[in-house]
């Protein structure tokens, strides 16, 4: 899962920040990224959603170290926390590498908390990620608020076992760089090791459902994954929303096979002009924002 280019001689690593909705995973890259201490630091592209001030995602390359004689690229992103945008959550965990499961430390989000870290696992399943392997890091957020969650209790609620722990208060900056440092080391870590964090048995991820609001672009789903040097290079995924056009079998009717296939082609493309009207509905009132600000 991770981008080696021999070009440049570098290797490039895919960590994800996942969690409820305003848990803080967005203000944790906010704060990364407006560090004066890292350099090479990439442009910060970001969507807002339509209902909350969590970003769509965020990208921030920067370099760390080497490994291998390789340079390091460290990629960030966020996802989305609420629940209508689980379709996007699916694409942006695609070729991850790390996650950082940031919880919220209020005791009003201990539901929250629990189902996200489902939804997450979940996820890496449909991804082909093996949730017991990739690295993972739990950051319990929001540490400075009063009548919050004790450790002992955060960690009876989400059960990190051996994964690193780290407290929290994003909006200050306090803890965001221990668990940057905590999350790299265990990508490190298994690159090092040569674990392997697939899950070939999985069935393979499906088509996003497109009736749901989440505004995904291609950049939200990061970029083709190769294998580290010394491993075979994973197969090209196919298009999600292709239909296979198969010889009907045991002698089945070839005109009621076609008339079935169409369709189901028909439902994709029904799917994706729905989609692209949402979209075009949503840049129109941006645009209409704009012209009056």
Request: charged share 25%; hydrophobic share 40%; aromatic share 4%.
């Amino acid at each position: 899962m991770v981008l080696v280019n021999k070009a440049l001689n570098e290797v490039t690593v895919k960590l994800v920040y996942y969690g409820p909705g305003l848990c803080g995973k967005t203000t944790n890259l906010e704060k990364i990224y407006g560090n004066p201490k890292l350099e090479n630091k990439g442009k910060m592209i970001s969507m807002a959603t339509e209902t909350d001030r969590t970003l769509f995602f965020d990208f921030m390359p920067m370099e760390l170290g080497t490994i291998g004689g390789q340079k390091v690229r460290v990629q960030l992103y966020t996802v989305p926390g609420q629940v209508f945008y689980d379709a996007t959550r699916k694409l942006v965990l695609r070729g991850a590498d790390g996650v950082v499961f940031v919880a919220d430390s209020q005791p009003s989000m201990r539901e929250s908390n629990v189902d996200s870290l489902e939804n997450l696992k979940t996820n890496l399943r449909l991804n082909r990620i093996d949730p017991d392997k990739i690295a993972l890091v739990f950051q319990y957020n929001k540490r400075d608020l009063p009548g919050v969650l004790s450790v002992a209790e955060m960690t009876e609620m989400l059960e990190p076992g051996r994964a690193p722990v780290t407290e929290a208060s994003a909006i200050n900056g306090a803890g965001v760089t221990a668990t940057l440092r905590a999350a790299i080391a265990r990508i490190l870590e298994n690159l090092k090791n040569n674990v392997d964090i697939s899950l070939s048995e999985e069935p393979e991820l499906a088509p996003p459902d497109l009736s749901a609001r989440s505004g995904v672009t291609s950049a939200s789903a990061g970029t083709p994954k190769l294998a580290v040097a010394g491993k075979a290079a994973a197969a090209p995924e196919e298009d999600p929303f292709a239909v296979a056009v198969a010889e009907p079998a045991n002698g089945a009717d070839s005109r009621e096979h076609l008339q079935s296939l169409l369709g189901s082609a028909r439902q994709v493309v029904a799917s994706l002009e729905s989609a692209l009207d949402r979209a075009r509905a949503h840049e129109q009132e941006i645009a209409d924002k704009l012209s009056q600000l």
